[in-house]
């Protein structure tokens, strides 16, 4: 049988498994979400997977290319276990199981629970009789003709349960699906399950991927960590809402289509968006987002669900900006301007470096990249969250990086915080103490030609206060002067420890006032005042 046939068979038997499930949504944990989406990558990794569809009968249903059909329902937990888990999955697989099989169209179905539990007890296969007991529930009485009943009646979970297994089910179709049932408890944490795929990401695209372009990304771990960014921005965007009317049987075909992810397709994708373009620059940023986004998601495990919600809504948001920015030189030199740790000199040769040697400049900027991230979104956090009562839909542009743009600023990326003293601002790269004084100084010899107003600059916790700019930079021997407090803004800058803002460990579950610290002219710290020491 030609695979377009089997295909077509195929995709039959996937809407059958469909019906009923067009409310269906991801994971309402932020965690949840990114556990089930690496799961969906692991999947599109091994060999033998022909497709991969996210929210689509289940959490993830991936089809090898026998026509082996595997849906996979994921469970995260860092805490107990619920009572309940155990018998409410294997009681809806068993419902998706049956609709799956009921036109014969599939070789096998094979119903996985896949739970992210660490300290908790091994699960294990229910024996034939509690299945029977978990699925024979009899206090609900409701019966449908077919399954596409289950689109037009307004039933409830149980009763739509009860109706499928009703229609469906008997003891052959039991027996098989117990015996198919598989439990995959993993007890790894989520970084862990993140380098792992990885690595198998660079395995995979090793010998698909120019030489050229291993040579932009061979330092350290910088391949894995945009591999793993763009297969992870690959499957978020099957969740993305799709414009225009359809009529039903269109609607069913182009929903199917849009959660559709061939392995062919996806391995395409990887090595297409890491090449000699604009649009791999772009990629290659927002994969760096995505993994300061997990990064910090691995280290606060208990950040409450509005923070998740509003901090996740941010991180989307900055996906999108880098988009927009990073779209062309223009955009690409601000952006490097604002996050690199080079001279003027460097920076000023930029605009003229081919499209590989501006991903390169830019990929070396990670560690400036990762504190602009993080400051930035700790802000906007912190700003979200002061707030008396947060709504999403009248504060939406507070979760919109480019709400705090300086459009009218090309040179660099340039903020304007509400509740600052100040009318312009840069998020600089962090640089501790033992960094010495030339990075700053290098850094001075391209603020001194735009003159932010003032320096968000983390690192050095005794570097902060009142600096001029009125020395040039090569006049610049060791350090810059302190001014008074009482000296005019003109030429001045004011420099922003970031002491009072976390960034690290579980610093996100914390909010700060940005008014009364970073956006005030008084220090906050003991025993300081508006005059600093020298850089």
Not at 162 to 185: M, R, S, V
Not at 338 to 355: C, L, W
Not at 467 to 483: C, G, K, N, Q, T
């Amino acid at each position: 049988m030609g695979k377009n046939i089997m295909n077509d068979e195929e995709n039959l038997a996937l809407k059958s498994g469909f019906i009923g499930e067009k409310k269906r949504d991801a994971s309402s944990s932020i965690r949840g979400f990114v556990y089930q989406n690496l799961l969906a990558i692991e999947e599109l990794i091994k060999e033998n997977t022909d497709r991969v569809f996210c929210e689509y009968v289940e959490d993830i249903t991936s089809i090898d290319k026998n026509g082996n059909c595997k849906i996979i329902q994921a469970k995260y937990y860092t805490s107990k276990l619920p009572l309940s888990m155990e018998e409410e999955v294997f009681r809806e697989m068993y419902c998706q199981y049956l609709k799956l099989l009921k036109d014969g169209n599939l070789q096998s179905v094979i119903p996985v629970l896949s739970v992210f539990s660490p300290g908790n007890k091994s699960i294990s296969l229910p024996d034939k009789k509690k299945a029977v007991e978990w699925i024979n529930d009899n206090s609900k009485s409701v019966t449908i003709d077919n399954l596409s009943d289950l689109d037009t009646r307004k039933l409830d979970k149980a009763e739509r349960e009860f109706a499928i297994i009703k229609l469906c089910g008997n003891q052959e179709n039991l027996d098989a699906y117990h015996a198919a049932y598989t439990i995959d408890q993993r007890k790894t944490d989520l970084d862990k399950l993140r380098l792992n795929l990885g690595k198998d990401l660079v395995e995979l695209m090793k010998d698909q991927l120019e030489e050229s372009s291993l040579e932009v990304l061979d330092e350290g771990d910088k391949l894995e960590k945009v591999l793993l960014g763009l297969a992870y921005l690959k499957i978020i965007e099957t969740f993305d809402r799709m414009a225009g009317k359809i009529n039903e049987d269109e609607e069913d075909d182009k929903i199917l289509r849009h959660k559709e992810i061939r392995r062919s397709d996806f391995i395409e994708y990887l090595k297409s968006h890491i090449g000699e373009n604009n649009d791999s620059i772009i990629r290659s940023v927002q994969s760096i987002v995505m993994d300061v986004f997990f990064s910090v998601l691995a280290n606060n495990p208990d950040m409450d669900v509005l923070q998740s919600q509003i901090f996740e809504t941010i991180v989307n948001n900055t996906v999108k900006w880098m988009s927009e920015l990073l779209a062309d030189s223009t955009g690409q030199a601000a952006f490097y301007n604002s996050v690199s740790f080079e001279s003027r000199e460097r920076v000023m040769k930029f605009a003229g470096f081919t499209v590989r040697k501006r991903e390169k400049a830019i990929l070396m900027c990670f560690p400036g990249i990762q504190s602009f991230l993080k400051y930035l979104w700790k802000i906007m956090l912190n700003i979200c969250m002061s707030k008396v009562k947060f709504d999403f839909k009248k504060d939406a542009n507070l979760m919109d990086p480019q709400y705090y743009i300086v459009e009218s600023e090309k040179e660099y990326i340039c903020f304007k915080f509400k509740s600052d003293f100040v009318k312009s601002s840069i998020i600089l790269p962090s640089i501790n103490s033992d960094e010495g004084k030339e990075k700053r100084k290098q850094i001075y010899s391209r603020m001194y030609y735009m003159k932010p107003e003032k320096w968000f600059m983390g690192g050095d916790t005794n570097k902060y206060g009142r600096y001029d700019y009125a020395y040039r930079p090569s006049e610049i021997v060791e350090d810059l002067y302190p001014v008074s407090s009482i000296q005019a803004d003109n030429d001045c800058f004011y420099l922003e420890c970031m002491e009072c803002i976390g960034i690290d460990g579980r610093d996100w579950m914390k909010t700060e006032a940005c008014e009364k610290c970073i956006f005030s002219r008084e220090c906050r710290k003991e025993n300081h005042n508006e005059i600093s020491g020298t850089i």
